[in-house]
């Protein structure tokens, strides 16, 4: 069935709780709904959208919002060590993890309680804990509203990148409408990152127990999540506002000199140093702090928040644009968003 609605109210459709409106909002839960639609027809600009969770709508949209209800899971086959699922665009990625950790595969508990919808996960590469989603996309069918068509993508041809993919730089021209995901039988924690393993009571050193499930896992992240970003549905964010910067190894050193005595949080990646935006930020003293009714969240200040619930698109950018400059002024380091803006 093909939903279609007039001056729509978004603020449940995005997280960041914005109050306001499309001018048609079409959702549909078939893709044969997808292909009845007359894309030259359609108000511009079109948006397609996922949970809403990774975009800042700006004020009220003025064309046409699309959104997927494509949800279906099936497992197209399976051996002893591997199984192929094919998942609707529409799905909540967190429900698909869930399944996944209750059979006992492998492959996304590191992405556990990421907000947002599969189709969007395969846009953004989404990541978390050391785990992006590149790593267990076998293939993106999507249709091609230029050729009017549908096509498919494997991982390789993707053009996947740190929260990147080339559905990002196509102007809308793909649209999403399932991914077939590869997911492992076979024991495969990743426990590297950051505070994973004390989450699940290991020692840094510990050597980890052969009998941990991807359920343990994803158990741990949702506990680290819930403990560090605001609870989606409860706080209006779009979670992790800007990318972690990536400078040369030299800029990183002038940083350090800048924080005498202060161990500068870092990863080295294959084109220099990863500096975590939130660290950053917290040296700026913006960690906590509000202005009018936005807000930088208390326990990762990557984080911009809804304080209130009543905050407007203007408050967000005026806090966004602050802290940009702040950045910029005390470590040379210009920010950019993660979020969409819209
Ligand atoms: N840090 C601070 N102060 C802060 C926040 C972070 O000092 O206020 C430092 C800490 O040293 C910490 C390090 O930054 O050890 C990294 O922090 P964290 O592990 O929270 O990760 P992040 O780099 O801030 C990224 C992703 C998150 C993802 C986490 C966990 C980006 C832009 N963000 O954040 O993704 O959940 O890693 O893997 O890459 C999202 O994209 O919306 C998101 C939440």
Redesign the pocket.
């Known amino acids: 069935m093909l939903k279609k609605e007039y001056g729509k109210d978004l603020s449940r459709l995005n997280t960041f709780g914005m109050k306001v409106t499309a001018r048609y909002f079409y959702e549909y839960d078939s893709l044969a709904d997808l292909l009845d639609l007359d894309f030259e027809e359609l108000a511009r600009p079109v948006k397609h959208i996922g949970g809403g969770s990774?975009l800042l709508f700006t004020g009220d949209f003025r064309g046409t919002i699309l959104h997927s209800a494509v949800r279906f899971m099936e497992v197209l086959s399976q051996d002893a060590s591997s199984v192929t699922v094919s998942v609707g665009s529409g799905v909540v990625f967190d429900e698909f993890c869930a399944r996944a950790a209750e059979n006992g595969w492998w492959g996304v508990e590191n992405l556990s309680l990421i907000p947002g919808e599969v189709g969007a996960s395969a846009v953004q590469n989404?990541?978390?804990?050391g785990a992006e989603v590149k790593d267990v996309i076998r293939t993106v069918f999507a249709y091609d509203t230029r050729e009017g068509e549908m096509v498919h993508f494997d991982a390789s041809d993707c053009a996947y990148a740190y929260?990147d993919s080339r559905f990002k730089h196509e102007d809308g021209r793909y649209i999403i409408t399932h991914v077939v995901f590869s997911l492992s039988k076979q024991w495969s924690p990743r426990l590297d990152?950051?505070n994973l393993k004390a989450a699940l009571g290991l020692e840094p050193d510990a050597p980890v127990p052969s009998s941990l499930t991807p359920m343990q896992v994803r158990e741990a992240v949702i506990r680290v999540?819930n403990e560090?970003?605001p609870e989606v549905g409860k706080v209006g964010s779009a979670?992790?506002f800007?990318?972690?910067p990536v400078v040369s190894r030299e800029k990183y050193e002038q940083i350090c000199a800048l924080v005498p005595g202060v161990r500068v949080?870092h990863y080295d990646v294959a084109d220099g140093v990863k500096i975590?935006?939130?660290?950053l930020?917290?040296q700026c003293g913006w960690?906590g702090r509000r202005s009018g009714n936005a807000g930088v969240w208390g326990k990762?200040?990557?984080v911009l928040v809804n304080a209130t619930g009543q905050a407007e698109p203007e408050e967000i950018i005026r806090l966004e644009k602050q802290i940009v400059v702040s950045v910029r002024d005390r470590f040379g380091i210009s920010l950019e968003p993660?979020v969409e803006h819209i």
Not at 126 to 129: K, L, N, Q, R, T
Not at 276 to 279: L, Y
């Open positions: 990774n989404i990541g978390a804990y929260r990152y950051g999540r560090k970003l979670g992790s800007f990318k972690n949080p975590p935006a939130g660290w930020i917290e960690k990762q200040a990557l993660e």
